[in-house]
């Protein structure tokens, strides 16, 4: 069902639960002028649909002591095998990096696109060398580090 099909209500509850996934039914149904029952199933419904893939509780990196972001593109070499193989086997590994938060499939010069949380520069380093550039498909990355957060968000626009 494509976002348009989406009614006001609808987009009111998802707005508030990307706000908090822990609202009550009964504060959520009186945020969005319904009474509990109708508020429910609308939510199921959200859910069965896939607009609401998950609930999740977002923990602070830096409370965590993960306080160095860094964004690494990676190149890979095609040359000695079939394309697709080698993006397979790194878009398999890369699933057990417990450093790598996001992983993204890339156009452009560049692969792929990860998003790193490490400790410090000394992790980054460890990862990058020991991890990254040993992938036999990895012939290049490029990293950047995350100087400041000015906005941070996972809320997506519902209207």
Known sequence: MPI???D???RLILTHLQRDGRISNQDLAQRVALSPSPCLRRVKRLED?????RY???ADP????????????VRLDKSHRAEHGAMSAFARDVQSWSEVVQCYAMSGD????LR???EDLAAFSRFAMDTLMRHPAVV???????LQSIKETTELPTT
Do not use: N, P
């Open 140 to 146: 290049d990355i490029r990293s950047s580090f995350a």
């Open 49 to 53: 649909q896939g607009y609401i893939r």
């Open 8 to 10: 006001r209500t609808d």
């Open 4 to 6: 348009d099909d989406l």
């Open 110 to 113: 560049m692969d792929y696109l």
């Open 116 to 118: 790193v949380q490490v």
């Open 56 to 58: 999740v509780a977002l």
């Open 62 to 73: 830096e409370k965590l002591g993960l306080g160095l972001l860094a964004y690494v593109f």
